[in-house]
């Protein structure tokens, strides 16, 4: 294998999942109660996902006999605070018995502290335009990493946060379903204190343990390029979806980038996919060289200060040959990445398994791994084995 197609020594190679898309029976948060109210866009409730409460033993040994050595997946705060102050050691107990599990495989355990779900009593005292908010998470945070610190490998404090934000209190297609510009505001200010909260509180229980937040990062284009309305307009856009958070993660142990496709503004906004380029049933354009994008301009915005890990990628597809094709050229872009000189710590894929994919349902395939919605029987893809083949051999094939 030439050099030129192999990666760092030591890269991290893996594959993720979210406690509410695949646990089941998370009856508890906000999500469930925005699948089952009224009026609400989602298609079908999330019921038993994928029952991984119950059978995250068979996952990871999956995962792991395809030659994954890394698993991210997320902690659900309303089992383990299901009221204001009232922490459930049960809860508590399966997420270290999880961790547990992956480290007896030689899996490392990657803990997402909160994966768009929040409590119902959390959601009822204001959710994330309440102040308090920032402070009830930061203390959740101290006791998850009392908990499980010295078996988790490295935390992520809040998954896109700018997706929670803006997709639930601009669009108002997430909970709590707000299309309120001010709202959108100050559940930015928010959640960027609640990483600052929960970075402090991390950090206080188990100072060498990295820390970082996950971003949600599109390859924003102004079209034209040259026309300076359309800059202006993307970069507006740009600043309140990802500089607000960027700048909150200065000092950090690292970043996750989490990146799927591009957005095109033209000088009044948003534009449709551009002809010729394939739309995915998610309705996105197939663009996989975005994630080679953002990961520069994540490392130029941060100055190279924080270390880059991709902590989600991939496509919503039923084609698997599209799939691959997917995560081919956007592994291309993380080695031409690393061929300049950006620190790029690993590759992590959503998903694992096809899963609850939130206001989509059951509908879009991200997973390299098909789950039989009626038995839980699980059947890899040829994806699955693609990429479990480059992250054993270290190199693209």
Not at 207 to 220: C, E, F, H, I, K
Not at 302 to 318: A, F, K, S
Request: with cysteine; aromatic share 10%; hydrophobic share 40%.
């Amino acid at each position: 294998m030439s050099d030129e197609r192999r990666f760092p020594d030591g890269f991290i190679w893996g594959t993720a999942t979210a406690a509410h898309q695949v646990e089941g029976g998370n009856w508890n948060n906000d999500w469930w109660a925005w699948e089952h109210a009224p009026g609400t866009p989602c298609p079908e409730p999330s019921g038993d996902a994928c029952d991984q409460y119950h059978r995250y033993k068979d996952d990871l040994a999956l995962l792991a006999d395809l030659g994954f050595g890394t698993y991210r997946f997320s902690v659900e705060w309303s089992r383990i605070e299901p009221e204001d102050g009232e922490i459930s050691q049960a809860a508590l107990d399966h997420y270290r018995r999880v961790c547990d599990a992956a480290l007896a495989l030689d899996v490392d355990p990657v803990v997402t502290y909160h994966h768009f779900t929040s409590p119902r009593w959390v959601a009822a005292a204001g959710g994330w335009t309440e102040p308090a908010t920032a402070d009830r998470f930061g203390r959740f945070c101290e006791v998850v990493t009392e908990a499980l610190g010295d078996r988790v490998v490295r935390a992520c404090t809040i998954n896109e946060p700018n997706i929670v934000a803006f997709i639930g209190h601009r669009l108002g297609v997430f909970p709590p379903g707000l299309q309120d510009h001010d709202q959108w505001m100050r559940a930015n200010e928010i959640l960027v204190a609640g990483h600052r909260r929960a970075v402090d509180a991390i950090r206080g229980v188990r100072p060498q343990l990295p820390v970082g937040l996950t971003l949600a990062m599109s390859d924003y284009q102004a079209v034209p390029a040259d026309d300076s309305a359309a800059v202006t307009r993307r970069d507006g856009i740009r600043r309140d979806m990802e500089d607000v958070f960027l700048e909150a993660c200065r000092g950090d142990d690292f970043l996750g980038v989490q990146t799927y496709s591009r957005t095109r503004i033209g000088p009044d906004g948003n534009l449709p996919p551009e002809e010729g380029v394939p739309v995915l049933p998610l309705g996105y354009e197939y663009w996989p060289e975005a994630l080679e994008a953002t990961i520069r301009r994540a490392w130029d915005f941060l100055g190279g200060d924080v270390p880059l890990l991709v902590t989600e990628n991939g496509i919503g597809t039923d084609d698997d040959d599209q799939r691959i094709s997917y995560l081919g050229t956007a592994l291309d872009g993380v080695r031409a990445c690393l061929a300049d000189g950006i620190r790029v710590e690993g590759y992590i894929c959503w998903s694992l398994l096809d899963n609850f994919e939130w206001a989509f349902g059951y509908g879009p395939k991200f997973g390299l791994v098909a789950v039989d919605r009626e038995t839980q029987v699980r059947a890899p893809k040829p994806s699955a084995k693609w990429l479990g083949d480059i992250a054993r051999a270290n190199a693209l094939s």
